[in-house]
């Protein structure tokens, strides 16, 4: 199924971050850096590696309803919503792709890791004018109550790992500094215990 034919993913990133100053963490959220690569960063490329269609809302807005709504208005013609907060650094590709991809009639679709309630949330075309109209700081809860709710289990942790506090960073980073040292141990493992190449007649081998 082409993109123009799937929901486009909104990643809403026009929050002032005021707990991560609150708890200590210097600048804003978002730019806060991961192992090399910052929150914003790595959930962008996490969406951009999804190939789906996307827009980032990153303009000032009062609350995130208002952020929620010059987001669906700006992609206004789009096939639904994946709408997904910007301090979610974890987030896998596939699990958007999934979720873009899950046969349903229902309207809303939310994402749960165990009973944790994730994003991004799954907002089916006919939900535009409602999202259009939502202000403040409440996001689309009105809109998700307006309409039959399907809960969509995942395996994606990353639905559920955003970052709000200086605390939070330094979970993300240990994570990711496990994920990488895992990632390499594993190849070193693979390296060791594969065949040795033996060369072509065509090849020169310098002892």
Known sequence: MEAAQLP????????????????GGGGHKLQADLCGRTVLQRTLDAVRASGLL??????????????????????????????????????????????AQLKTQARVVVPF?????????????????????LQGQQGAAPVIAQFALLKWQVQ?????????????????????????????AAAEQAARQAPPSIPSHSQTVLL
């Open 156 to 184: 994606d942790a990353g639905c559920v790992t955003d970052i709000d506090t200086l605390a939070d960073v330094l979970r993300v980073r240990t994570l990711l500094a496990a994920s990488e040292t895992e990632g390499l």
């Open 54 to 99: 996307w827009h980032l809302e990153d303009a000032g807005h009062p609350g995130m309803g208002d952020t929620i709504a010059a987001a669906v208005r700006a992609t206004r013609n789009a096939a639904g919503w994946l709408v997904l907060p910007a301090d979610l650094p974890l987030i896998q590709p596939q699990t958007l792709v999934a979720l």
């Open 113 to 133: 890791f165990g009973e944790q309630r994730g994003h991004p949330v799954r907002f089916a075309p006919d939900c535009g004018d409602a999202l259009m109209a």
């Open 8 to 23: 486009t993913v909104l990643v809403l990133a026009s929050g002032r971050g005021e707990r991560y100053t609150a708890s």
